[in-house]
C-alpha cells in the first residue's frame, strides 16, 4: 500500500464557518436532511480535492468514518481504490485536522490490492463484490449521523 499526506488539502483556518459553507445544506434555512457521500469517482485530477472535501464535510457532521473513493483512469476502464481519513491528532488549536490518503501504487492490475479493470469480467466482479461488502460502512455513516450533530451546528440566518 502507498499511503501519502495530501499536501493540497494541508491549510489551517481559524474555524470552520457554516454560514459560508452552506452549500452542504440542502435548500434554504434550517433542514434536517443534507446529502453525505459515501462513495466517491472522479479522475485523478479531481480526486483528492472530492476526498479532502468530503472529510472535511462528514468533520463537521461529526462522522469519523473513513472515506472510499475511486480514481478512474483517463480512458475510464481502470479503477484504483483509495481510503482517506483525518489525523485524529489536533494538537494546534485553530488548525483543521491533516488528510492521510492510501492508495495501491505500482502493482499492476490487481483487485486484491483494488486496483480493477472493467474491460476483465473476474476484476469487474471483484469491484462489485468490494462495493457490496461495503454495505457496513455505509450503515456505520448513517448510524453516526445524529440530530445532535445538526443540533450543534453554528444557525443560518
Known amino acids: ?8 488539502c494541508n491549510y489551517s483556518v481559524d474555524s470552520l464557518d457554516l454560514p459560508l459553507q452552506a452549500h452542504m445544506l440542502s435548500g434554504r434555512g434550517r433542514h434536517l436532511s443534507a446529502v453525505v457521500p459515501v462513495l466517491l469517482v ?4 479531481n480526486i483528492v480535492p472530492l476526498l479532502c472535501s468530503t472529510l472535511y464535510q462528514r468533520r463537521v457532521w461529526g462522522i469519523h468514518q473513513p472515506v ?4 478512474c483512469s483517463g480512458t475510464g476502464t481502470i479503477a484504483t481504490t483509495i481510503f482517506g481519513w483525518l489525523d485524529p491528532d489536533q494538537s494546534e488549536r485553530g488548525h483543521i485536522p491533516i488528510v492521510h490518503l492510501a492508495l495501491a501504487a505500482d502493482v499492476g492490475l490487481d483487485p486484491s490490492m483494488g486496483v480493477f479493470d472493467f474491460t476483465d469480467t473476474h476484476s469487474a466482479i471483484n469491484l462489485a463484490q468490494f ?4 454495505r457496513t460502512h455505509f450503515e456505520d455513516i448513517k448510524g453516526s449521523i445524529s440530530i445532535e450533530a445538526v443540533d450543534s451546528l453554528t444557525p443560518l440566518h
Open 42 to 45: 472522479a479522475d485523478s485530477h
Open 68 to 71: 472510499v473513493g475511486l480514481c
Open 1 to 8: 500500500m502507498y499511503f501519502a499526506d495530501s499536501d493540497s
Open 131 to 134: 462495493i457490496l461488502g461495503l
